[in-house]
Structures are given as C-alpha cells and as structure tokens.
T-cell receptor, first 110, second 113 residues
Framework: RKEVEQDPGPFNVPEGATVAFNCTYS??????FFWYRQDCRKEPKLLMS?????NEDGRFTAQLNRASQYISLLIRDSKLSDSATYLC???????????WGLGTSLAVNP | ETGVTQTPRHLVMGMTNKKSLKCEQH?????MYWYKQSAKKPLELMFV???????ENNSVPSRFSPECPNSSHLFLHLHTLQPEDSALYLC????????????FGNGTRLTVT
C-alpha cells in the first residue's frame, strides 16, 4: 500500500459543480496534512493546511477522518480556474518529513 | 508572486558538465528544502536545511551536492549527472522544519543529455 494514495483521475466536471477528492494515508502517527494545487509545468501552491478535524476557506473544505485515515477536499461551485492537479501530503509521523501523493487531476469544463 | 525564487528556470546539461541551481527565499523562513519531481512519481525529498544546518539527506547520490550558506540561500551543485536525473527540481521553504506549510519556488526544469 502506498503511504499516501490519491485517485489520479482525471475528474471532468462542469462549471458550477461540486467535486470531492479523497486522499488516504497509511501512517496513523501522521499529524499534519496539506492540500496543494499544481498547474501544468508550475510549482505546487498551498491550498489548505489540516491539523485537526478540518478546515474551510471559501469554496474549499478539507476534512480529516482519523479513524479511516483519509483527508478529503471538497470544491463547491467549480470554476474553470480550478482546473489543476491537487496534491495531498501527510507528515511521516515521528520522522517528520512530508509524504506526497501522486495528485488528482481536475478539469472543469464550460 | 512567489517569495521563493529559483534560477535558472530551465537547464540543459551534458553528463560531464558541472552546474548549480540557486534558490533564495524572502519569507524569513528557517527551513529550506530541495525536492525532485519526475513524471508519474510523487515529490521526492532530497535535502533539508534548518537554520542552515543539514538535517536530512534522503539517500541522494553524491552527484548532487547541496550548499546552504545562510537561512535565505540554498544551492544544489550538479556534476556527472545521468539522463534519469532529468526532472523538475523544486526549492521550498517553511517557517519551521516541522508541521509548517511549504512554500515552493517556481522550479528548475533540468534536462540531462
């Protein structure tokens, strides 16, 4: 099992749709979780940090489920500009470094 | 506008060349990182510096040599690279080494011929 696993997609959704991605992690000692977005041939940019049960920022909501060891990202009212790859990262517990998923590709269509 | 700048943006080098990647952060962060991003692979941590001291070397081959003269600058010296080293090399910084979000530079796309 991969340490951090994401459905690669692609997710194709119409403008205005609500879309959700899940990210599972294998280390129960992980404490910090992050969602980043990465546009094609650009660097990852921080979208949201998740340290406790969840976080919300405008149209974006992240939730942490420790029992099932996954974090989710919900995007409401999708915009064309939301098209990107969404990367999930979890800290490696006592080892501290971040472990990254491969990313989920989202395409929002007009 | 990124607070972490990397140069060059693109680099093509032969296997016998020596080159260096440069990273500078203007965020007042204490930790700096080198990551490698290859197609169809997750981001791979290479090196971590905290208060300019190296705290992590993730089993990186010696043909990659990092240098951190101060908390704001980070270099990656490259020599005798292999074609499989072609990738996007990303520098990042964070406030603290643990549990802080990373801020990435725009990366150097390296091609080894």
């Amino acid at each position: 099992r991969k340490e951090v696993e994401q459905d690669p997609g692609p997710f194709n959704v119409p403008e205005g749709a609500t879309v959700a991605f899940n990210c599972t992690y294998s280390n129960s000692a992980s404490q910090s979780f992050f969602w980043y977005r990465q546009d094609c041939r650009k660097e990852p940019k921080l979208l949201m940090s998740v340290y406790s049960s969840g976080n919300e920022d405008g149209r974006f909501t992240a939730q942490l489920n420790r029992a099932s060891q996954y974090i989710s990202l919900l995007i409401r009212d999708s915009k064309l500009s939301d098209s990107a790859t969404y990367l999930c990262a979890a800290d490696a517990g006592n080892n501290r470094k971040l472990i990254w998923g491969l990313g989920t590709s989202l395409a929002v269509n007009p | 506008e990124t607070g972490v700048t990397q140069t060059p943006r693109h680099l093509v080098m032969g296997m016998t060349n020596k080159k260096s990647l440069k990273c500078e952060q203007h965020l007042g962060h204490n930790a700096m990182y080198w990551y490698k991003q290859s197609a169809k692979k997750p981001l791979e941590l290479m090196f971590v510096y905290n208060f300019k001291e190296q705290t992590e070397n993730n089993s990186v081959p010696s043909r990659f040599s990092p240098e951190c003269p101060n908390s704001s600058h980070l270099f990656l010296h490259l020599h005798t690279l292999q074609p499989e080293d072609s990738a996007l090399y990303l520098c990042a910084s964070s406030e603290e080494e643990y549990n802080s979000p990373l801020h990435f530079g725009n990366g150097t796309r390296l091609t080894v011929t």
